[in-house]
């Protein structure tokens, strides 16, 4: 028979790339995801589309329109699946929204990953738990760093980061926003889950997650919606560190592969920083000058001379824990390559509309 995994959050950026590669797997899919993302963002943030186009193109896949919210629906859910793996992506993603949400935040990722943690202690012990984290459970401590300003962007001054932010890095005694503290209270609450009980939990804390399946909007996922603004030739709006703020980005079918990696040799209650490591960054400039190469059209901005609350200034991942724990896992795509995939995938979702 075949094996059953359960994702939450599948019509997303990372659940649908998740159910794809799965079920290419031969998995039976089940997906959970109620469109929340239209509630968080407005049309624009909509994955109805998605949806229907795993519906369309995986016969193995399995939709279930159910909040994470729903403790009884969830507990429900994994009781009669009893799934062998669960991949659990559903969230409030962006931190800048979080702060006019608080309580939908906070009950979407803190304890809306209780329900799902909690329903795999009773029902699915023994299947690897793979919980999508964040790096603001950091907070704005990477930005106590000391930097060095180059012509595009900053970077480390300090050695001891010159790979990137390890795991071991403080989460404490710093400003997260409030997505940041949801984020933090369910990361800590899948690691206790493994400790405690035993259980082959972990959890992945991203830096830029991203690809052709986005659905970017201005407050979360940054590239796809610069590269959407600058297809549409609509104002881009950089807020403060001159522009020069860094991110490590890294393809969703790069962190699929990492999950399969985990799932093939689960371990118990652990954390990674899962990002596109120092050579997949890029500040919002070279970003820029990426996007333009590929659709040929200069991209509007204007620059705002404020940063975001609690915004990372330079942030890139370690990658050396998860390449020693699982050294068949690399990044196999370029940053170059993943912003080419999301100019032709937003031509190809032909949302693309006159500049206002
Ligand atoms: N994209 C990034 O850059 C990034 C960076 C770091 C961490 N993450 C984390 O990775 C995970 C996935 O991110 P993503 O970019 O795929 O997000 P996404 O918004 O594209 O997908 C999340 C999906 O979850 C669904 N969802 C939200 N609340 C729900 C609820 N209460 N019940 C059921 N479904 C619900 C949404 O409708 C959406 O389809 C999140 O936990 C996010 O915090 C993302």
């Known amino acids: 028979m075949a094996k059953k995994i359960l994702i939450t959050g599948s019509s997303g950026l990372v659940g649908s790339e998740v ?6 797997q031969g998995y039976q899919i089940h997906g959970v995801d109620n469109n929340q993302r239209a509630v968080f963002f407005g049309p624009n943030g909509d994955t109805r589309w998605n949806q229907q186009r795993l519906q369309a193109e995986l016969a193995s896949f399995n939709h279930h329109e159910l909040d994470i919210r729903d403790r009884n629906g969830i507990l429900q859910l994994v009781k009669q ?3 062998d793996v669960i991949v659990h992506t559903a969230a409030q993603p962006s931190h800048d929204r979080a702060t006019a949400i608080p309580f939908d935040d906070f009950e979407t990722n803190a304890v809306g ?3 799902m943690v909690e329903a795999a202690r009773q029902f699915a012990p023994e299947a690897p738990f793979i919980h999508m984290s964040t790096n603001k459970v950091y907070g704005d401590a990477p930005n106590r760093i000391a930097l060095k300003e180059l012509e595009t962007r900053w970077d480390y001054a300090d050695d001891t980061y010159k790979e990137g932010i390890p795991e071991t890095f403080t989460i404490d005694q710093s400003k997260h926003s409030l997505f940041g503290v949801s984020k933090v209270a369910a990361d800590v609450m899948v690691q206790e889950y493994g400790r405690y009980f035993n259980m082959p939990t972990c959890c992945l804390r991203g830096g830029c997650l991203t690809g ?3 659905s970017g909007v201005e407050l979360h996922g940054f590239l796809s919606y610069l590269v959407k603004c600058n ?3 609509k104002k881009y709006f950089v807020y403060g560190y001159k522009g020069k703020q860094v991110r490590d980005n890294i393809h969703s079918h790069d962190i699929v592969r990492f999950m399969e990696e985990f799932v093939n040799a689960p371990r118990i209650g652990e954390v990674y ?3 596109g490591g120092k050579e997949n960054t890029c500040s919002i400039w070279e970003a820029f000058t990426i996007a333009e190469s590929f659709t040929g059209k200069k991209q509007v901005y204007e620059y705002v001379d404020k940063n975001r609350e609690g915004d990372h ?3 890139y991942s370690d990658l050396r824990k998860m390449k020693g724990h699982y050294p068949n896992w690399e990044i196999t795509i370029s940053l170059e390559e993943i912003i080419r995939q999301i100019v032709e995938a937003w031509k190809k979702r032909k949302v693309i509309t006159p500049a206002t």
């Open 212 to 214: 052709p399946n986005h």
């Open 19 to 24: 159910a794809t590669y799965f079920s290419e």
């Open 81 to 83: 699946l009893k799934p």
């Open 231 to 233: 297809l549409e030739e």
């Open 273 to 275: 920083n899962l990002g």
């Open 313 to 315: 200034i330079c942030y």
């Open 113 to 115: 990953t209780l329900n």
